[in-house]
Protein backbone atom coordinates (compact mmCIF):
# COMPACT_ATOMS: atom_id res chain seq x y z
CA UNK A 1 0.00 0.00 0.00
CA UNK A 2 1.44 3.49 -1.22
CA UNK A 3 0.93 6.80 1.06
CA UNK A 4 -0.81 9.41 -1.42
CA UNK A 5 -0.20 13.07 -0.16
CA UNK A 6 -1.91 16.00 -1.78
CA UNK A 7 -0.39 19.81 -1.84
CA UNK A 8 -2.70 22.74 -3.39
CA UNK A 9 -3.54 26.16 -1.96
CA UNK A 10 -7.25 25.55 -3.45
CA UNK A 11 -9.54 23.93 -1.20
CA UNK A 12 -11.77 22.82 -3.89
CA UNK A 13 -9.10 20.73 -5.69
CA UNK A 14 -7.72 19.51 -2.69
CA UNK A 15 -11.14 18.38 -0.99
CA UNK A 16 -12.72 17.64 -4.20
CA UNK A 17 -9.57 14.77 -5.22
CA UNK A 18 -9.53 13.43 -1.60
CA UNK A 19 -13.23 12.77 -1.72
CA UNK A 20 -13.98 11.66 -5.41
CA UNK A 21 -11.07 8.96 -5.55
CA UNK A 22 -11.68 5.44 -3.21
CA UNK A 23 -8.26 5.42 -2.32
CA UNK A 24 -8.62 2.41 0.18
CA UNK A 25 -10.41 0.45 -2.49
CA UNK A 26 -7.50 0.96 -5.03
CA UNK A 27 -4.79 -0.15 -2.55
CA UNK A 28 -3.94 3.44 -1.16
CA UNK A 29 -3.22 5.33 1.56
CA UNK A 30 -4.12 8.80 1.64
CA UNK A 31 -1.70 10.61 3.54
CA UNK A 32 -3.13 13.89 4.11
CA UNK A 33 -3.99 17.28 2.12
CA UNK A 34 -1.87 20.57 2.97
CA UNK A 35 -2.26 24.01 1.42
CA UNK A 36 1.50 25.38 0.72
CA UNK A 37 4.73 23.10 0.14
CA UNK A 38 5.80 24.27 3.38
CA UNK A 39 3.46 22.69 5.81
CA UNK A 40 3.26 19.50 3.83
CA UNK A 41 7.40 19.21 3.71
CA UNK A 42 6.71 19.77 7.46
CA UNK A 43 4.46 16.82 7.53
CA UNK A 44 6.92 14.30 5.36
CA UNK A 45 9.11 14.54 8.64
CA UNK A 46 6.97 12.28 10.30
CA UNK A 47 4.43 10.81 7.25
CA UNK A 48 5.92 8.82 4.93
CA UNK A 49 5.35 9.33 1.54
CA UNK A 50 5.43 7.43 -1.57
CA UNK A 51 3.46 9.60 -4.17
CA UNK A 52 3.54 13.51 -3.89
CA UNK A 53 0.47 15.30 -5.97
CA UNK A 54 1.31 18.83 -6.14
CA UNK A 55 0.35 22.32 -7.50
CA UNK A 56 3.35 24.41 -9.07
CA UNK A 57 2.39 27.52 -8.21
CA UNK A 58 1.32 28.21 -4.36
CA UNK A 59 2.56 30.54 -1.27
CA UNK A 60 5.32 30.06 1.09
CA UNK A 61 7.08 27.47 -0.78
CA UNK A 62 5.85 26.14 -4.89
CA UNK A 63 5.46 22.65 -5.87
CA UNK A 64 8.99 22.81 -7.84
CA UNK A 65 10.74 23.67 -3.95
CA UNK A 66 9.04 21.36 -2.45
CA UNK A 67 9.51 18.76 -5.09
CA UNK A 68 13.47 19.17 -4.85
CA UNK A 69 13.89 18.71 -0.96
CA UNK A 70 11.61 16.08 -0.47
CA UNK A 71 13.28 14.28 -3.24
CA UNK A 72 16.09 14.72 -1.89
CA UNK A 73 14.49 13.46 1.52
CA UNK A 74 13.15 10.14 -0.08
CA UNK A 75 15.36 9.80 -3.37
CA UNK A 76 12.24 7.14 -4.43
CA UNK A 77 9.64 9.17 -4.35
CA UNK A 78 7.30 9.70 -7.32
CA UNK A 79 5.92 13.32 -7.90
CA UNK A 80 2.75 14.25 -10.31
CA UNK A 81 2.42 18.02 -11.04
CA UNK A 82 -0.92 19.83 -11.36
CA UNK A 83 0.11 23.05 -13.93
CA UNK A 84 -2.51 25.76 -15.55
CA UNK A 85 -2.09 26.20 -19.05
CA UNK A 86 0.78 29.46 -18.53
CA UNK A 87 3.18 26.86 -16.04
CA UNK A 88 4.62 24.99 -19.06
CA UNK A 89 7.81 26.38 -18.07
CA UNK A 90 7.69 25.55 -15.43
CA UNK A 91 6.59 21.80 -15.61
CA UNK A 92 9.25 21.00 -18.20
CA UNK A 93 11.45 22.19 -15.14
CA UNK A 94 9.95 19.63 -12.91
CA UNK A 95 10.39 16.77 -15.39
CA UNK A 96 14.28 16.99 -15.65
CA UNK A 97 14.13 17.16 -12.24
CA UNK A 98 12.17 14.32 -12.13
CA UNK A 99 8.43 14.25 -11.85
CA UNK A 100 6.71 11.77 -13.41
CA UNK A 101 4.29 13.42 -15.37
CA UNK A 102 1.68 16.62 -14.97
CA UNK A 103 -1.83 17.36 -15.29
CA UNK A 104 -3.43 20.61 -16.07
CA UNK A 105 -5.77 21.69 -13.67
CA UNK A 106 -8.35 22.99 -16.17
CA UNK A 107 -8.87 19.39 -17.33
CA UNK A 108 -8.27 17.54 -14.03
CA UNK A 109 -10.79 14.85 -13.64
CA UNK A 110 -9.82 12.05 -10.89
CA UNK A 111 -10.29 8.68 -13.77
CA UNK A 112 -7.21 10.44 -15.61
CA UNK A 113 -5.38 11.58 -12.05
CA UNK A 114 -5.86 7.52 -11.24
CA UNK A 115 -4.19 6.31 -14.06
CA UNK A 116 -1.06 8.30 -13.25
CA UNK A 117 -0.91 7.24 -9.78
CA UNK A 118 -1.60 4.00 -10.57
CA UNK A 119 1.91 4.93 -13.12
CA UNK A 120 3.59 6.23 -10.46
CA UNK A 121 2.72 2.76 -8.19
CA UNK A 122 3.53 0.56 -10.60
CA UNK A 123 7.39 2.25 -11.25
CA UNK A 124 7.45 2.04 -7.54
CA UNK A 125 6.87 -2.22 -7.71
CA UNK A 126 9.11 -2.21 -10.22
CA UNK A 127 12.28 -0.25 -8.67
CA UNK A 128 11.62 -2.76 -5.24
CA UNK A 129 11.93 -5.98 -7.26
CA UNK A 130 15.10 -4.14 -8.73
CA UNK A 131 16.43 -3.54 -5.57
CA UNK A 132 15.35 -6.96 -4.35
CA UNK A 133 17.09 -8.29 -6.89
CA UNK A 134 20.15 -6.56 -6.24
CA UNK A 135 20.02 -7.74 -2.81
CA UNK A 136 19.70 -11.04 -3.58
CA UNK A 137 22.67 -11.03 -6.12
CA UNK A 138 24.59 -8.92 -3.98
CA UNK A 139 24.11 -11.22 -1.17
CA UNK A 140 24.69 -14.41 -3.33
CA UNK A 141 27.94 -12.40 -3.78
CA UNK A 142 28.71 -12.04 -0.17
CA UNK A 143 27.84 -15.43 0.41
CA UNK A 144 29.99 -17.23 -2.17
CA UNK A 145 32.93 -14.77 -0.75
CA UNK A 146 31.96 -15.83 2.62
CA UNK A 147 32.61 -19.31 2.55
CA UNK A 148 35.69 -19.07 0.42
CA UNK A 149 36.78 -16.85 3.28
CA UNK A 150 35.55 -19.42 5.74
CA UNK A 151 37.16 -22.22 3.59
CA UNK A 152 40.82 -20.74 3.28
CA UNK A 153 40.44 -19.53 6.82
CA UNK A 154 40.21 -22.89 8.56
CA UNK A 155 42.74 -24.43 5.78
CA UNK A 156 45.29 -21.58 7.42
CA UNK A 157 44.28 -22.34 10.82
CA UNK A 158 44.70 -25.99 10.06
CA UNK A 159 47.93 -25.76 8.23
CA UNK A 160 50.09 -23.47 10.09
CA UNK A 161 52.23 -23.42 6.95
CA UNK A 162 49.71 -21.87 4.75
CA UNK A 163 49.27 -18.21 4.08
CA UNK A 164 46.47 -16.54 5.69
CA UNK A 165 43.70 -14.98 3.39
CA UNK A 166 43.60 -11.52 3.33
CA UNK A 167 39.86 -10.04 3.03
CA UNK A 168 40.03 -6.96 0.18
CA UNK A 169 37.75 -4.91 2.50
CA UNK A 170 40.79 -5.03 5.44
CA UNK A 171 43.44 -3.15 6.18
CA UNK A 172 47.07 -4.63 6.93
CA UNK A 173 47.24 -2.24 9.29
CA UNK A 174 43.84 -2.76 10.88
CA UNK A 175 43.57 -5.73 13.95
CA UNK A 176 41.90 -9.31 13.87
CA UNK A 177 39.66 -10.08 17.24
CA UNK A 178 39.65 -13.71 17.30
CA UNK A 179 36.58 -15.17 19.33
CA UNK A 180 36.13 -19.09 20.32
CA UNK A 181 32.77 -20.17 21.82
CA UNK A 182 31.69 -23.60 22.60
CA UNK A 183 28.37 -24.89 23.91
CA UNK A 184 29.17 -25.40 27.93
CA UNK A 185 26.11 -27.09 28.52
CA UNK A 186 26.52 -29.67 24.65
CA UNK A 187 25.77 -32.51 26.87
CA UNK A 188 22.66 -31.47 28.25
CA UNK A 189 21.44 -30.50 25.40
CA UNK A 190 21.71 -33.55 23.26
CA UNK A 191 20.66 -35.07 26.43
CA UNK A 192 17.05 -32.94 26.07
CA UNK A 193 16.82 -32.25 22.65
CA UNK A 194 19.44 -34.09 20.59
CA UNK A 195 22.21 -34.04 18.27
CA UNK A 196 20.19 -32.49 15.53
CA UNK A 197 19.19 -29.15 18.04
CA UNK A 198 22.60 -28.67 19.36
CA UNK A 199 23.53 -28.36 15.66
CA UNK A 200 20.68 -25.96 14.55
CA UNK A 201 21.54 -24.20 17.35
CA UNK A 202 25.46 -23.80 16.32
CA UNK A 203 23.78 -22.62 12.69
CA UNK A 204 21.50 -19.97 14.44
CA UNK A 205 24.72 -18.79 16.12
CA UNK A 206 26.55 -18.30 13.03
CA UNK A 207 23.73 -17.05 10.81
CA UNK A 208 22.88 -14.63 13.68
CA UNK A 209 26.69 -13.54 13.70
CA UNK A 210 26.35 -12.84 9.90
CA UNK A 211 23.67 -10.33 10.29
CA UNK A 212 24.84 -8.55 13.22
CA UNK A 213 28.17 -8.05 11.55
CA UNK A 214 29.14 -6.73 8.62
CA UNK A 215 32.85 -7.74 7.83
CA UNK A 216 33.43 -11.02 10.00
CA UNK A 217 33.89 -14.55 9.35
CA UNK A 218 32.67 -17.82 11.84
CA UNK A 219 32.62 -21.23 11.16
CA UNK A 220 32.59 -24.59 13.10
CA UNK A 221 35.80 -25.93 14.65
CA UNK A 222 34.01 -28.90 15.78
CA UNK A 223 30.88 -30.12 16.92
CA UNK A 224 30.05 -27.48 19.81
CA UNK A 225 32.42 -24.95 18.84
CA UNK A 226 32.84 -21.94 16.60
CA UNK A 227 35.84 -19.39 15.71
CA UNK A 228 34.90 -15.85 15.16
CA UNK A 229 37.57 -13.57 13.23
CA UNK A 230 36.33 -9.59 13.41
CA UNK A 231 37.31 -6.97 11.46
CA UNK A 232 38.49 -4.85 14.25
CA UNK A 233 39.99 -1.62 13.18
CA UNK A 234 42.57 0.61 14.27
CA UNK A 235 41.76 2.72 17.41
CA UNK A 236 38.20 1.47 17.11
CA UNK A 237 36.00 0.32 20.11
CA UNK A 238 35.56 -3.15 21.91
CA UNK A 239 32.55 -4.33 20.25
CA UNK A 240 32.36 -7.80 21.81
CA UNK A 241 30.47 -6.96 25.35
CA UNK A 242 27.67 -5.88 22.52
CA UNK A 243 27.99 -8.79 20.16
CA UNK A 244 27.54 -11.36 23.03
CA UNK A 245 24.39 -9.78 23.53
CA UNK A 246 22.69 -9.68 20.38
CA UNK A 247 23.66 -13.02 19.15
CA UNK A 248 22.48 -14.01 22.23
CA UNK A 249 19.06 -12.30 22.27
CA UNK A 250 18.80 -13.91 18.52
CA UNK A 251 19.36 -17.66 19.64
CA UNK A 252 18.01 -17.22 23.16
CA UNK A 253 20.64 -18.94 24.51
CA UNK A 254 23.70 -17.80 26.96
CA UNK A 255 27.13 -17.90 25.43
CA UNK A 256 30.68 -17.37 26.50
CA UNK A 257 34.10 -16.51 24.44
CA UNK A 258 37.38 -16.40 24.84
CA UNK A 259 39.32 -13.97 22.90
CA UNK A 260 42.26 -12.34 21.91
CA UNK A 261 43.23 -9.59 19.61
CA UNK A 262 45.80 -10.47 16.67
CA UNK A 263 47.87 -7.24 15.59
CA UNK A 264 49.05 -8.78 12.44
CA UNK A 265 47.10 -11.50 9.53
CA UNK A 266 50.53 -13.46 10.78
CA UNK A 267 49.51 -13.40 13.91
CA UNK A 268 46.10 -14.93 13.87
CA UNK A 269 46.96 -18.91 14.15
CA UNK A 270 48.39 -18.23 17.17
CA UNK A 271 45.65 -16.05 18.67
CA UNK A 272 43.23 -18.70 17.80
CA UNK A 273 44.55 -21.67 20.04
CA UNK A 274 45.23 -18.49 22.72
CA UNK A 275 41.82 -17.31 22.62
CA UNK A 276 40.75 -21.19 22.98
CA UNK A 277 43.25 -21.32 26.23
CA UNK A 278 41.70 -18.04 27.46
CA UNK A 279 38.03 -19.85 27.00
CA UNK A 280 39.45 -22.93 29.41
CA UNK A 281 39.10 -20.59 32.46
CA UNK A 282 35.28 -20.76 32.07
CA UNK A 283 35.72 -24.21 33.80
CA UNK A 284 37.28 -22.27 36.93
CA UNK A 285 35.13 -19.54 36.42
CA UNK A 286 32.15 -20.54 35.18
CA UNK A 287 29.17 -18.03 36.34
CA UNK A 288 31.55 -15.48 34.05
CA UNK A 289 30.76 -15.21 30.15
CA UNK A 290 33.85 -12.93 28.89
CA UNK A 291 37.42 -13.96 29.09
CA UNK A 292 40.66 -12.47 27.36
CA UNK A 293 43.79 -14.61 26.88
CA UNK A 294 45.20 -14.29 30.11
CA UNK A 295 48.94 -13.06 30.94
CA UNK A 296 49.84 -16.05 33.53
CA UNK A 297 51.82 -19.35 32.82
CA UNK A 298 50.18 -22.47 33.30
CA UNK A 299 51.23 -24.87 36.44
CA UNK A 300 49.95 -28.07 35.19
CA UNK A 301 53.53 -29.81 36.05
CA UNK A 302 53.11 -28.68 39.76
CA UNK A 303 49.35 -30.19 39.98
CA UNK A 304 50.42 -33.88 38.53
CA UNK A 305 53.01 -34.24 41.00
CA UNK A 306 50.79 -33.32 43.66
CA UNK A 307 47.94 -36.10 42.32
CA UNK A 308 50.71 -38.68 42.80
CA UNK A 309 51.37 -38.34 45.95
CA UNK A 310 47.90 -39.88 46.93
CA UNK A 311 46.99 -43.60 47.24
CA UNK A 312 43.64 -43.80 45.53
CA UNK A 313 42.88 -47.07 45.25
CA UNK A 314 43.07 -47.68 48.92
CA UNK A 315 41.82 -44.58 50.62
CA UNK A 316 38.43 -44.83 52.35
CA UNK A 317 35.55 -42.91 50.42
CA UNK A 318 35.21 -40.36 52.87
CA UNK A 319 38.85 -39.75 52.63
CA UNK A 320 39.08 -39.26 48.74
CA UNK A 321 36.47 -36.79 49.07
CA UNK A 322 38.08 -35.22 51.50
CA UNK A 323 41.13 -34.72 49.71
CA UNK A 324 39.38 -34.59 46.76
CA UNK A 325 37.67 -30.66 48.14
CA UNK A 326 41.04 -29.75 49.88
CA UNK A 327 42.49 -30.00 46.16
CA UNK A 328 39.61 -27.63 44.41
CA UNK A 329 41.18 -24.12 45.54
CA UNK A 330 44.49 -25.40 44.50
CA UNK A 331 43.20 -26.68 40.88
CA UNK A 332 41.91 -22.78 40.82
CA UNK A 333 44.86 -21.22 41.45
CA UNK A 334 46.74 -22.89 39.28
CA UNK A 335 44.16 -22.72 36.82
CA UNK A 336 45.56 -25.89 35.21
CA UNK A 337 44.88 -27.37 31.65
CA UNK A 338 41.42 -28.72 32.39
CA UNK A 339 42.06 -31.58 30.26
CA UNK A 340 45.52 -32.63 32.73
CA UNK A 341 43.01 -32.39 35.49
CA UNK A 342 39.77 -34.83 34.08
CA UNK A 343 42.57 -37.02 33.33
CA UNK A 344 43.84 -37.35 36.43
CA UNK A 345 40.28 -37.30 38.02
CA UNK A 346 38.68 -40.69 35.30
CA UNK A 347 42.28 -42.10 36.34
CA UNK A 348 41.35 -42.26 39.59
CA UNK A 349 38.50 -43.76 39.44
CA UNK A 350 39.83 -46.31 36.81
CA UNK A 351 42.23 -47.31 39.30
CA UNK A 352 40.08 -47.32 42.27
CA UNK A 353 37.47 -49.67 40.68
CA UNK A 354 39.49 -51.81 38.03
CA UNK A 355 39.65 -54.81 38.98
CA UNK A 356 36.06 -55.09 40.74
CA UNK A 357 34.11 -53.74 37.67
CA UNK A 358 33.81 -54.54 33.75
CA UNK A 359 35.90 -51.65 32.18
CA UNK A 360 32.96 -50.97 29.39
CA UNK A 361 30.66 -49.52 32.84
CA UNK A 362 33.97 -47.82 33.52
CA UNK A 363 34.55 -46.05 30.36
CA UNK A 364 30.65 -44.45 30.80
CA UNK A 365 31.31 -43.36 34.03
CA UNK A 366 35.03 -42.13 31.94
CA UNK A 367 32.48 -40.05 29.35
CA UNK A 368 30.35 -38.27 31.82
CA UNK A 369 33.55 -37.44 33.51
CA UNK A 370 35.21 -35.93 30.51
CA UNK A 371 31.91 -34.00 29.42
CA UNK A 372 32.24 -31.79 32.33
CA UNK A 373 32.28 -28.20 31.96
CA UNK A 374 33.44 -27.25 34.97
CA UNK A 375 35.37 -27.88 38.28
CA UNK A 376 32.89 -27.80 40.33
CA UNK A 377 30.89 -29.62 38.20
CA UNK A 378 33.60 -32.32 37.73
CA UNK A 379 33.64 -32.33 41.44
CA UNK A 380 30.50 -33.67 42.00
CA UNK A 381 30.18 -35.90 38.99
CA UNK A 382 33.43 -38.00 40.51
CA UNK A 383 32.09 -38.06 43.80
CA UNK A 384 28.64 -39.68 42.49
CA UNK A 385 30.44 -42.02 39.84
CA UNK A 386 32.43 -43.42 43.12
CA UNK A 387 29.40 -44.19 44.44
CA UNK A 388 27.30 -45.52 41.96
CA UNK A 389 30.17 -47.79 41.31
CA UNK A 390 30.60 -48.67 45.08
CA UNK A 391 27.16 -49.35 44.78
CA UNK A 392 27.33 -51.75 41.50
CA UNK A 393 30.05 -53.25 42.94
CA UNK A 394 28.19 -54.30 46.18
CA UNK A 395 24.71 -55.32 45.06
CA UNK A 396 25.26 -55.67 41.36
CA UNK A 397 21.79 -54.20 40.70
CA UNK A 398 21.40 -54.63 37.17
CA UNK A 399 22.76 -58.08 35.68
CA UNK A 400 23.68 -57.96 32.33
CA UNK A 401 21.36 -60.53 31.50
CA UNK A 402 18.75 -58.10 31.32
CA UNK A 403 20.28 -55.48 29.65
CA UNK A 404 18.24 -56.38 26.38
CA UNK A 405 15.37 -57.20 27.96
CA UNK A 406 14.90 -53.99 29.75
CA UNK A 407 15.71 -51.74 26.27
CA UNK A 408 13.20 -54.32 24.46
CA UNK A 409 10.42 -53.12 27.02
CA UNK A 410 12.03 -49.36 26.72
CA UNK A 411 11.44 -49.43 22.98
CA UNK A 412 8.43 -50.99 23.30
CA UNK A 413 6.98 -48.07 25.20
CA UNK A 414 8.56 -45.29 22.69
CA UNK A 415 7.52 -46.69 19.99
CA UNK A 416 3.29 -46.72 21.45
CA UNK A 417 4.36 -43.51 23.31
CA UNK A 418 5.92 -40.83 20.42
CA UNK A 419 3.47 -39.00 19.44
CA UNK A 420 3.45 -37.84 23.41
CA UNK A 421 5.50 -35.95 26.18
CA UNK A 422 9.28 -38.83 25.85
CA UNK A 423 11.53 -38.22 28.22
CA UNK A 424 14.24 -40.46 29.85
CA UNK A 425 12.37 -40.04 32.90
CA UNK A 426 9.43 -41.00 31.97
CA UNK A 427 11.04 -44.88 30.30
CA UNK A 428 13.51 -45.01 32.67
CA UNK A 429 9.99 -45.15 35.70
CA UNK A 430 8.15 -47.16 32.86
CA UNK A 431 10.78 -49.91 33.16
CA UNK A 432 11.97 -49.64 36.79
CA UNK A 433 15.72 -47.96 36.52
CA UNK A 434 17.41 -45.22 37.21
CA UNK A 435 17.17 -42.40 34.42
CA UNK A 436 21.02 -42.25 34.47
CA UNK A 437 21.38 -45.66 34.39
CA UNK A 438 18.97 -45.90 31.23
CA UNK A 439 20.73 -43.56 29.44
CA UNK A 440 23.90 -45.27 29.42
CA UNK A 441 22.56 -48.95 28.63
CA UNK A 442 20.35 -47.04 25.87
CA UNK A 443 23.46 -45.75 24.58
CA UNK A 444 25.98 -48.65 25.03
CA UNK A 445 23.40 -51.29 22.85
CA UNK A 446 21.38 -48.63 20.41
CA UNK A 447 24.82 -47.18 19.49
CA UNK A 448 23.07 -43.96 19.90
CA UNK A 449 21.66 -41.64 22.62
CA UNK A 450 17.91 -42.06 23.38
CA UNK A 451 16.77 -38.68 22.64
CA UNK A 452 18.35 -38.62 18.86
CA UNK A 453 16.21 -42.04 18.56
CA UNK A 454 12.80 -40.42 19.67
CA UNK A 455 13.61 -37.61 17.04
CA UNK A 456 14.72 -40.32 13.50
CA UNK A 457 11.67 -42.36 14.87
CA UNK A 458 9.40 -39.00 14.64
CA UNK A 459 11.00 -38.16 11.14
CA UNK A 460 10.37 -41.39 10.26
CA UNK A 461 6.67 -41.12 11.22
CA UNK A 462 6.76 -37.54 9.77
CA UNK A 463 7.69 -38.76 5.99
CA UNK A 464 4.81 -41.49 6.09
CA UNK A 465 2.43 -39.21 7.15
CA UNK A 466 3.79 -36.35 4.26
CA UNK A 467 3.82 -39.45 1.71
CA UNK A 468 0.21 -40.83 2.60
CA UNK A 469 -1.60 -38.10 3.83
CA UNK A 470 -2.89 -34.56 2.89
CA UNK A 471 -2.55 -33.61 6.47
CA UNK A 472 -1.17 -29.68 7.10
CA UNK A 473 2.28 -29.13 8.06
CA UNK A 474 2.20 -28.43 11.96
CA UNK A 475 -0.71 -31.40 11.48
CA UNK A 476 2.35 -33.44 10.70
CA UNK A 477 4.02 -32.24 13.28
CA UNK A 478 1.86 -32.87 15.71
CA UNK A 479 1.35 -36.54 14.89
CA UNK A 480 4.77 -36.96 14.79
CA UNK A 481 5.19 -35.73 18.70
CA UNK A 482 6.55 -32.28 17.56
CA UNK A 483 4.77 -29.31 19.40
CA UNK A 484 6.63 -26.69 17.83
CA UNK A 485 6.16 -26.26 14.24
CA UNK A 486 8.79 -24.19 13.53
CA UNK A 487 11.47 -26.59 15.27
CA UNK A 488 9.81 -29.67 13.56
CA UNK A 489 10.01 -27.71 9.68
CA UNK A 490 13.77 -27.20 10.78
CA UNK A 491 14.72 -30.13 12.26
CA UNK A 492 13.07 -31.58 9.00
CA UNK A 493 15.11 -29.67 6.90
CA UNK A 494 18.12 -30.63 8.94
CA UNK A 495 17.77 -34.37 8.73
CA UNK A 496 16.42 -34.83 5.17
CA UNK A 497 18.08 -31.63 3.43
CA UNK A 498 14.42 -30.66 2.29
CA UNK A 499 11.97 -28.89 3.90
CA UNK A 500 8.46 -30.96 4.48
CA UNK A 501 6.49 -28.94 1.81
CA UNK A 502 9.46 -29.98 -0.76
CA UNK A 503 9.49 -32.96 0.51
CA UNK A 504 6.11 -34.03 0.08
CA UNK A 505 6.13 -32.47 -3.76
CA UNK A 506 8.80 -35.22 -4.39
CA UNK A 507 6.39 -38.33 -3.37
CA UNK A 508 3.72 -36.78 -5.42
Known amino acids: MYNIMIVDDEPVIRFGLKASIDWKGEGLFFAGDYSNGQAALEAMKTQPVDI ?31 SSY ?35 AALLSD ?5 EKMKAADQTAKDTERRKLEHDFKSAIVQTNKELPFPSSWKEEDRVLIMYMKLQDAEK ?27 GICFPLGQSDLIFFLHYKKDGDHPIQRLKQKLEKAVGHPLSFGYEIATSFEAVPVSVERSKRAFQRKFFYPEKSLFPYPDQPSRSRQW ?12 ARSDLFSYVEKRVEMWKEYETDPDVIKQAVCGWLIKRFYHDI ?33 EIK ?3 SFPSHTDNELIDRALTYIHEHYQHELTLQL ?37 ELLGTTTMKVYEVAEQSGFKDVKYFSKLFKKTTGRTPVDYRSNML
Open 52 to 82: LITDIKMPLMDGLTLMKHAINQNPSLKVILI
Open 86 to 120: NDFDFVKEGLVLGAVDYVLKPTLEPESLLILIKKC
Open 127 to 131: EQRMK
Open 189 to 215: IEAEKGTYYKSLLLDDIQQAFYEKVEE
Open 304 to 315: VQLCEEVDIESS
Open 358 to 390: EYDVLLERHAELVSACSLIELTERFKMKVEECE
Open 394 to 396: SNR
Open 427 to 463: VADHIHISRNYFSLLFKRLMKQTFIDYVIELRIKKAK
